[in-house]
């Protein structure tokens, strides 16, 4: 099944090109980050998504709506900067947006009480937002987002702002909300995107250059190298694992021995052979995992 289709998505401004082109199809229950270096367009195609932007050209459209619908009720929205009423308790707020969605005000009541149990904050109901701290303001933030049950989710860097605690707080509800929903968030933070993502799109002058599924991404980008620890006789192993074609080079650093590889798998499963029949004494062996920013670094600068 098919939440999104982009078309063609494409947005001017004068005569700067903030997106070109842009294809893409989003399915359900995903969790999809979009980054990019700064002025890449990752603002501008959510505020396409979200209505607030008019595409130059291309085509927005959703499940079974017709192209480029009004698709409000379908999606939820938290800004990058988002705007409240500090002289307003949290569930004010709340049922205020609930309101605005079309529910009635019991309707508005029972669903802010709902969400403010489930993200967390409900002790704090009838507190001023003035007084929330800024991961407290950023969970209510979602919270107003999906108090009409929406089947997307957008995020606008939501955590760009935050202290670690804030920061922790607001990525592990979207760990909890992608189970029920779909999430498109932007982050500078490749961190958090490696974290939470399930698929990852990656823009480099208004273009996507990159995109896909981590588990597959992280095997495409795959940084060949190995590293063993052993209790003793490193450079007896050293010499031994030189000797295989897989491997490209090996080295010794402090307590760890590095190797790198031609083909990562067959260096791993003729290491481990050798170090199964002679007993190597091992303590650690480490199969080492790209990074976001491995794949990051790698495509941009390319």
């Given at each position: 099944?098919?939440?999104?289709?982009?078309?063609?998505?494409?947005?001017?401004?004068?005569?700067?090109?903030?997106?070109?082109?842009?294809?893409?199809?989003?399915?359900?229950?995903?969790?999809?980050?979009?980054?990019?270096?700064?002025?890449?367009?990752?603002?501008?195609?959510?505020?396409?998504?979200?209505?607030?932007?008019?595409?130059?050209?291309?085509?927005?459209?959703?499940?079974?709506?017709?192209?480029?619908?009004d698709a409000r009720s379908f999606i939820g929205y938290l800004p990058q900067y988002p705007v409240f009423y500090n002289w307003m308790t949290g569930m004010e707020f709340l049922t205020f947006s609930g309101q605005l969605e079309g529910f009635t005000k019991q309707e508005s009541v029972k669903r802010a009480t709902f969400l403010m149990e489930k993200i967390g904050i409900a002790n704090t109901k009838?507190?001023?937002?003035?007084?929330?701290?800024?991961?407290?303001?950023?969970?209510?933030?979602?919270?107003?987002?999906?108090?009409?049950?929406?089947?997307?989710?957008?995020?606008?860097?939501?955590?760009?702002?935050?202290?670690?605690?804030?920061?922790?707080?607001?990525?592990?509800?979207?760990?909890?909300?992608?189970?029920?929903?779909?999430?498109?968030?932007?982050?500078?933070?490749?961190?958090?995107?490696?974290?939470?993502?399930?698929?990852?799109?990656?823009?480099?002058?208004?273009?996507?250059?990159?995109?896909?599924?981590?588990?597959?991404?992280?095997?495409?980008?795959?940084?060949?190298?190995?590293?063993?620890?052993?209790?003793?006789?490193?450079?007896?192993?050293?010499?031994?694992?030189?000797?295989?074609?897989?491997?490209?080079?090996?080295?010794?650093?402090?307590?760890?021995?590095?190797?790198?590889?031609?083909?990562?798998?067959?260096?791993?499963?003729?290491?481990?052979?050798?170090?199964?029949?002679?007993?190597?004494?091992?303590?650690?062996?480490?199969?080492?995992?790209?990074?976001?920013?491995?794949?990051?670094?790698?495509?941009?600068?390319?």
């Open positions: 099944m098919t939440l999104l289709t982009i078309t063609n998505l494409t947005k001017k401004f004068s005569n700067k090109l903030a997106v070109n082109n842009v294809n893409y199809t989003l399915t359900p229950q995903k969790c999809v980050a979009l980054i990019g270096p700064n002025g890449a367009g990752k603002t501008t195609i959510l505020r396409m998504l979200t209505g607030l932007l008019k595409p130059s050209s291309g085509v927005i459209q959703f499940a079974n709506k017709p192209k480029n619908d009838n507190k001023r937002i003035g007084n929330y701290s800024g991961g407290m303001k950023q969970r209510l933030g979602i919270a107003q987002a999906i108090i009409h049950r929406p089947k997307l989710l957008v995020l606008d860097e939501p955590v760009s702002s935050l202290d670690p605690i804030g920061r922790r707080e607001v990525l592990s509800l979207m760990e909890e909300l992608k189970q029920q929903m779909t999430i498109l968030f932007s982050t500078h933070i490749l961190g958090d995107a490696d974290e939470i993502s399930d698929e990852l799109l990656l823009l480099k002058k208004g273009e996507i250059i990159e995109s896909g599924e981590m588990h597959v991404l992280r095997q495409k980008y795959q940084t060949a190298k190995i590293s063993i620890q052993c209790h003793e006789n490193l450079p007896i192993y050293r010499d031994k694992i030189s000797t295989l074609s897989s491997v490209r080079n090996v080295y010794i650093e402090r307590d760890t021995i590095q190797i790198t590889a031609h083909n990562i798998q067959n260096a791993r499963q003729e290491i481990l052979q050798i170090a199964s029949k002679e007993q190597w004494p091992l303590t650690n062996f480490t199969l080492h995992r790209a990074s976001l920013e491995d794949m990051f670094m790698k495509v941009v600068n390319e």
